[in-house]
């Protein structure tokens, strides 16, 4: 009787935790379909833009909701054998993380995790086995004869080898996906170069000075048919120029909007590599208001070493000294309401306007018009009437936005914390940036077809703080938002009304 007992007691405490490994599972598999970039964090995956944030709803919630499934309806029912479902993933989830530690070097991070799913599955065998084994369940699956059976036993082994071969030989195998990969990435066509005529702006860069793990220094580049610009050269954006294939050799100019470093702190290395890169025989022309040639002389000079060592290891075929570096050239705004136009064919207009953004003067924006399709950006500015009335009708508006109440949550953290830096910074800058709702009502009155919010502070570190940051947007401007992330490109065929977008990064 005394046997009896303790082993009812065993069993009750399998049971228990049993249902609870399943409600963890459920609780996990919730979070990656609800809040999948903040569970990420738990689990060291950091998603690729909203391609990775589809893959961690999609696979890691099935995953975990899957294990959950079986492994509550496992313990609540008399079908204890769905179990098994659990277990084998557990069994793979750990094979993966060992395979990870003798080949990757697993992390001491990771420790935790990997002991955590030892004893989930150590909990669910013994709970699996315990009740097998018990004379009064006759009711339940024949578990242990399925498990002996010469089926599971030759399948067992077949997995095994597979593994232990795929380990074995990962290295042979790592070298032969290399030479395909690396000769399709060479090879593969420049999907840049196959975009159809008309107006295309693409976001190479959506951030701001605050640091951002999801988005480089402000930076877009607008192409009008054979026309390539680049506006705005913030940390980090070249890499992701790069990685959407523009052609930098092909760039007509840089157009920046101020001096800011979040906005020219990249001139160099774009400098560079449109020359190195393209084989340019002309320097790379960089237009921005009074104070261009400073800044583009200042980079020239940073990078003038740099330029000697590559024309003496590569020679003309590559690197042609003619071409290194940039070439300034001013504009001068005159008529706060026309602009200035500075650049025109029988397509193309580009207009540049003075905004405000003081104390930094002359901060400026761009209007580009090609065959009935346009496009504003804002650069840095508060509310103005040139902004407004450049923005008339257009199609598509590339508004800075700043969301001023989680601004002010980052200052009372900060003070409370002791930054006082933090404190001062974040609530500085609340007086010469644009507020979400205030860039809705300027796309509201300018009649603008489409918003895009960009330069975009505070950081959102996850999707979930999106609508947040838009607030109240949609109650001014009942055209389309867009929360602008690195990687969009909006298409503008000509004489359309249609505004089109996709991922390019």
């Known amino acids: 009787m005394k046997n009896k007992a303790g082993a009812n007691r065993l069993e009750s405490i399998l049971w228990v935790l049993s249902g609870g490994i399943g409600v963890i599972f459920l609780f996990l598999g919730l979070g990656f379909l609800i809040l999948p970039e903040v569970f990420a964090i738990a689990f060291f995956a950091e998603p690729a833009r909203a391609v990775g944030i589809n893959s961690l709803r999609g696979d890691f919630g099935a995953l975990f909701l899957g294990m959950s499934f079986f492994c509550l309806l496992g313990t609540l029912t008399s079908y204890r054998w769905l179990l098994l479902v659990p277990i084998v993933f557990l069994g793979f989830v750990i094979t993966g993380r060992l395979i990870s530690f003798a080949v990757d070097g697993l992390p001491m991070v990771m420790a935790g995790t990997l002991i955590s799913e030892l004893m989930f599955l150590t909990v669910l065998i013994l709970y699996l086995i315990f009740y097998s084994l018990k004379s009064d369940s006759q009711s339940s699956s024949p578990v242990l004869k399925v498990l002996y059976s ?10 095994i080898v597979l593994v232990a071969g795929a380990f074995m030989s990962h290295r042979q195998i790592a070298t032969r996906l290399w030479e395909k990969v690396a000769s399709g990435r ?40 054979k026309h390539l610009f680049i506006v705005d050269s913030g940390p980090g954006s070249t890499l992701n120029l790069e990685l959407m294939q523009i052609p930098l050799g092909d760039i007509d100019a840089v157009l920046l909007t101020h001096f800011h470093s979040d ?35 200042g980079f020239n000079q940073a990078f003038s070493f740099d330029t000697k060592y590559r024309h003496a290891h590569h020679g003309d075929a590559v690197a042609p000294l003619e071409g290194a570096g940039g ?66 009708g257009v199609d598509l508006l590339l508004h800075e936005a700043l969301q001023p109440e989680m601004l002010r949550v980052m200052n009372q953290a900060g003070a409370a914390s002791g930054r006082e830096v933090v404190a001062n910074v974040s609530m500085d800058i609340l007086t010469y940036h644009t507020f979400t709702e205030e ?33 109240n947007s949609k109650k001014y401007y009942k055209g389309p938002i867009t929360f602008g992330v ?15 977008k996709k991922w390019f990064l």
């Not at 990249?266 to 022309?285: D, F, S, T, Y």
């Not at 895009?452 to 609508?467: E, G, K, N």
């Not at 690195?486 to 089109?500: A, E, R």
């Open 327 to 392: 070439t300034p050239e001013t504009i001068k705004v005159f008529n706060e309401d026309k602009g200035t136009v500075f650049f025109q064919t029988n397509d193309l207009k580009v207009t540049a306007f003075l905004v405000d953004h003081r104390p930094v003067e002359p901060a400026i924006g761009f209007r580009f018009d090609y065959k009935g399709r346009s496009v504003v950006i804002s650069g840095d500015t508060l509310p103005c009437d040139s902004l407004r009335h450049q923005a008339e």
């Open 150 to 159: 010469r089926q599971f036993l030759v399948i067992a082994g077949i997995v």
């Open 486 to 500: 690195d990687g969009l490109l909006f298409s503008m065929p000509p004489n359309s009304t249609k505004i089109l």
């Open 263 to 297: 906005h020219i702190a990249a001139i160099g290395e774009l400098m560079l590599k449109a020359w190195a890169n393209g084989v340019r025989k002309n320097p790379l022309k960089i237009i921005g208001p009074e104070g261009v040639d400073t800044v583009v002389n």
């Open 439 to 471: 860039a809705a009502r300027i796309a509201r009155d300018a009649n603008v077809r489409h918003l895009v919010l960009f330069h975009i502070i505070p950081p959102t570190p996850a999707a979930v703080f999106q609508s947040a940051f838009v607030g």
């Open 186 to 225: 060479i090879s593969r066509q420049n999907v840049f170069g196959e975009l159809p005529d008309g107006l295309h702006v693409g976001l190479a860069g959506t951030g701001s000075p605050m640091p951002d793990a999801k988005r480089k220094g402000v930076c877009t580049f607008v192409k009008a048919g």
